[in-house]
């Protein structure tokens, strides 16, 4: 999502607040493919529950993005755009589906927390993501765990 003039005047108070000298505008993102997903998981991150979040990697390669880094800012938006939080990526791991454990089902603190309950939703998200049937996100399809910590919201 390219910059708004609402995310742009965000971020320029986040800079302000924390004392850092001219950095541009970061990327900016929604969580999620629907208004519902999108604004529960802002409100999340920026309650401080939310710390982690799993695209796939088809979408890094459909879209021609690096992966995340270590130190990355992002600005967080609801569906609507309107910038509710800063996060500090603070780790990236790339794995297969299969092996997405417990614990980062847990740190991206989406539905009951649960592993079957991350799998179940995750594998409905992909497919519509690529556009396929959900059988075909198998064990072996490649997800980016992305780690991060709210550091500012309003």
Known sequence: MKPTPAIDAFW????KSQGINNRPCPIAFYFCDNRHDADSCAALVVAGIKQATAPSQW???KHKETLPRIGQYFVVTNWDGEPQAVIQTTDVVVVPFGQVDAAFAFAEREGDRSLA?????HRSYYAREVGCDESE?????TVVC???RCIFSD
């Open 137 to 141: 996100i198998t064990d072996g399809f």
């Open 117 to 121: 309950e991350w799998q179940r939703e």
């Open 59 to 61: 979408w890094f390669d």
């Open 146 to 148: 992305h780690h991060f």
């Open 12 to 15: 320029k108070q986040f800079v």
